[in-house]
């Protein structure tokens, strides 16, 4: 089963999504819409990060998966 990391900053206001493993970051590029792809040493896309991300305070973060096949 493949493994999905989720990280919610709530101080920063980040949502940080790994589904590879967090020391293969190499590179980290903008995309330009508060979007940052994190990506390994042979530029596969290995996480992002959403800037200005937030929930309400009392709310909990809910995080849902769905496969599809491909």
Same mark, same amino acid.
């Given at each position: ?18 589904? #590879? ?8 590029? +903008?995309? #330009?819409?508060?979007?940052?792809l994190i990506k390994?040493?042979? #530029?596969?896309?290995? #996480? ?10 009392? +709310? ?11």
């Open positions: 089963m493949a493994e999905v990391k989720v990280f919610y900053d709530r101080a920063g206001n980040t949502l940080t999504v790994w589904f #590879g493993d967090p020391l293969d970051e190499h590179v980290c590029e +903008e995309t #330009g819409n508060e979007v940052i390994d040493q042979s #530029g596969r896309v290995i #996480g992002f990060e959403r800037l200005n991300f937030s929930v309400a305070a009392l +709310e909990p973060l809910r995080v849902a998966f769905e496969t599809v096949t491909v």
